[in-house]
Structures are given as C-alpha cells and as structure tokens.
C-alpha cells in the first residue's frame, strides 16, 4: 500500500515540497539551538518548560481524541464509523510523532532521551509517559495498518488484531491521564496541583481531536472522491459538543475553588492570565480569546440548525480547536510557572527560533499525516471502483 503516498497531481507534490522546504528550515534553526544551547529561546530559570512543550501537551490530546472513533466502532459496532476510523488513528500516528519530536527539541541534546530506556527509574512519571506515547504509537500502526490492508483485500481484519484494538482504546486514555501527571505531580505548583486536570486535559482532547478529524474529513470530501459521510461527521461533531461544554465547565470549577478558598497561591495564577499580576499581563488578550472561541464554539456545536450546517460547523471546530490550543497550551504551562513558588513574576514569550523549528514539527507532522491519508483514500477509492 504504501505505493499509493507517491502516486500524486501537481498540487498534491507542490504541497509536499512545500512540507519538506519548511522541515528543512526548522531543521536548521534546530541545528543552530544544539549549538547555541536552549538560550535561544524564551525559556528560563523560572520558566524551564516553553512553546515545545505545550504543543506537545495540545498533541497528546489530539492524539488520544482518536479514540473517539476507534470505541464507538470497535466496542459497539457502529458501523458508520467504519468509514472515518482509520483516518483517526492515522491522525493519532501523526499527533504521537510531533509529540515525541517536540519532547526531543525541548531535551536540548537528543542522546539525553536515550537516559529513559539506559537508566529507567519506574518512580518517574517521565519513564512511564514514553511507554505510553511509544505503546500507543505502535498500536495505532498496527491496529490502522493492518485494518486498512484488510479492506483492501475485500476481507475481515484478523483474529488476532483485537486484543491490539482493545488494547489500544483504554492507552488512548492513558497517554493524556499520564500527561496531566507530569504537571499535577509537582508539589511546589499551585495552578497543576489539582486531581481534576486529567480530566480537563481529556475533556479537551476529546473535544479538539474529533474537531480535526472532522476539518480533515470535510477537507478529504472536497478535495478528492472519497466521502467520509454526513453522519459519521455529524455524530463526531455531536462529541465536540459535549466535550467542550465538559472542558468549559472543568475550568470554572477551577476558578471557583482558588476564589472560594481564598487561597493566594492558587488564585495569583488566575489572575495573572485573566486580569494581569502587578503589572504583567501579556497573556490576558490570548485568555479571554480562548475563553471566546470555546463558548462560541459551544453555541455553534450545541445548536442543532448551526451544527447541521457544515460551513457553521467547520468555523466552530476552527474555533474550538484554536481555544483549547491557547487554555492547554499557552495558559497551562505560563499558568503553572507564573508567578514561580516565590511569587516573583518572570513572564515568557516564544522566541523566533521556537516558533521556527514548532513550524518544522508541524510540518513533519503534517507531511506524515498527507502520506498516511493518501494512502487511505488510495484504498477508499479502489475499494468504491
């Protein structure tokens, strides 16, 4: 099958070699941050985790949004899923690789993630999030390659590809749960030390990635001749609703407990990101817009006539993913580390070259996720010949 990722038009390549132009510049921006060290970038004594890695939080929750599909058709044989559920995990094969180019990026040197697998410490959360990220990686392969080959061939997956399926749906929630460990494990943290961010982090990936998978979808029906259903995108778009009425609400919660407790270690990190922090402010702007997008969002994905309109829909799914982006990207990590445990105020910024090598592992990211998908609308389309 894989044969079918280099058959192509023009646009199709000039698409490619347009992924490949921008890998290569971040590429080298990345060559020059291994020379340079991580001064380069906006990250600091105070804020030791950036731009990298609150990408790589957003991802792991696109990622495990593919379960979405994956359950409902696996485990309750909705069959209209069948269509769609091999777009997802080739979405989540393509989320996990940016999500362990991120973490590599971030590392400063790349041997130093080899010290997880040399040097395993099973009392570290960071052992057990790249067993995680990895497993669910090669059970996407697996479960999606074979699966894919299998209707191909006109037959039924194997016997033997179910355990890896069922496997694979109780890791999809893992890999998130074990995410929003990494940040609600630190003690010295007041913003990340609650036991409801797992939940938020799922309720938000449940919500961003079918809202992909749907952009995907819609973009797959105009661009080719495989079309992957008005219901199978009218039920996902039914899981965005709920999910993000659930993530909206989550955060109240949060608001309302650091209020209602009056405690000023939970408090000050709210206040810095919706109303500013003696003087510092430069995350206000980007709070409320996400605070916006995801409400509008709701409105678009909860009201049936908006929702059944696919032109409202695909805005909504804009906004609802771009809304998220900044709450679990931007928020949480500045969030969590500003105002440090001194209550000194260091704020962060990307720097050009983080924004620089981020666009390359989009890019990578991107490119994986084109091959992947022309390889299953190669299969979708001989299979309707």
Known sequence: MLELAFKGKKTYWTWIFGLLAAIGAGFALYIWQINQGLMI??????????????????????????????????????????????????????????????????????TRALNVMLYPTP??????DAIV??????????????????????VHYQKWLKPFIYISIPWAISIHTVTAYLYCGLPGRGFWMTAILAPRFLSSAFAAGPALLILLCLFVRNTTNFDPGK???Q????????AICINVFFLLCEVFVAFYSNIPEHMDHIKYLFFGLHGHA??????????????????LTVNPSTRKNEATLAVACVMIIAGTWIDKGLGMISGGFVPNPLHEINEYAPTLPEIGITIGVYAIGALVLTMLYKIVIGVKEEAHA
Request: proline share 2%; charged share 10%; aromatic share 14%.
């Open 41 to 110: 970038t906006g990250m600091s004594r105070d804020v030791s985790w950036g731009f990298y890695i609150a990408n790589f939080t957003y991802l792991v929750g696109v990622a495990a949004g593919g379960v979405m599909v994956v359950l409902p058709y696996y485990l309750h044989n909705y069959k209209a899923y069948g269509k769609i559920t091999v777009m997802g995990e080739f979405m989540a094969i393509a989320s996990i690789v940016m999500c362990v180019l991120f973490i590599l990026v971030d590392l400063g040197q790349p």
């Open 123 to 128: 009392n570290s959360v960071l052992f057990y």
């Open 133 to 154: 990220l990895n497993g669910y990686l090669f059970l996407n392969l697996i479960v999606g390659w074979n699966a894919l080959e299998a209707e191909r061939n006109g």
């Open 231 to 233: 219901e199978q995108i």
């Open 235 to 242: 039920s996902l778009a039914k899981t965005v609703a709920y």
């Open 282 to 299: 430069s995350l206000v702007i980007w709070m409320w817009s996400s605070m916006a997008l995801m409400v509008l969002g709701i409105i």
